[in-house]
């Protein structure tokens, strides 16, 4: 009778404990997914347009000559060209692409968009001088066209405004770094941990 007594009791013991794992591994669980949601809303409020924005101007003197009679004579064109050009440089961070590992806690940044560069020129013509032989067409508006948005990419590399764009997309990725950290997650890019804030300025910049 008390061996029965005591492998009842036995057997209770055993299926208090097991309900109490599961009540353990389930709170476990609700963790995980809790921490996993929040950190892909934190992802998705990152998700805008980071946008920084520029101005340039020049002045281009452009020269067209038509020759005739093996050069004896010649019908010249010739503009000052005024440029103002408004130039952005933008990360969609919407495009941001990301691997979330809820075993090992790890977030790895698949893919950071690529920059992109508008350039929207205000182009004006100043003392301009052409012939009826030698007339301006729109094949003239074309190469001076080309020509303005080629200075103004050299203008562009040469300034800052591609490096303070990219202080503003490590700016916004560094908020996943932060939440990551405070819940003791990984952060991964380009196959490395991801520390600190330098650690984005090193590979977007290197």
């Known amino acids: 009778m008390l061996n ?27 963790t995980i997914d809790y921490n996993t949601n929040l950190i892909q809303q934190q992802i998705v409020n990152v998700g805008k347009l980071v946008v920084t924005e520029g101005h340039f101007a020049e002045v281009v003197t452009y020269k067209d000559q038509d020759e005739y009679l093996m050069g004896v004579v010649s019908f010249e064109k010739k503009a000052i060209v005024i440029v103002n050009a408004d130039v952005t440089v933008a990360y969609d961070l919407r495009q941001v692409k990301y691997d979330i590992d809820e075993k090992t806690k790890t977030i790895t940044i698949v893919n950071i968009p690529k920059e992109e560069i508008k350039i929207s020129p205000d182009i004006k013509f100043y003392d301009v001088e052409q012939s009826k032989l030698n007339p301006f067409t729109g094949d003239d508006y074309n190469k001076i066209n080309k020509t303005v948005r080629a200075n103004l990419a050299k203008k562009i590399e040469k300034s800052s405004l591609k490096t303070n764009a990219k202080n503003r997309l490590i700016s916004e990725l560094s908020k996943i770094l932060i939440l990551t950290n405070s819940m003791g997650w990984t952060l991964k890019y380009e196959g490395n941990v991801i520390e600190k804030e330098t650690d984005f300025d090193q590979k977007l910049k290197g």
């Open 4 to 30: 029965r007594i005591l492998l009842g009791a036995g057997i209770i013991v055993a299926i208090a404990l097991l309900f109490k794992f599961c009540d353990f591994k389930k709170e476990d669980d609700s």
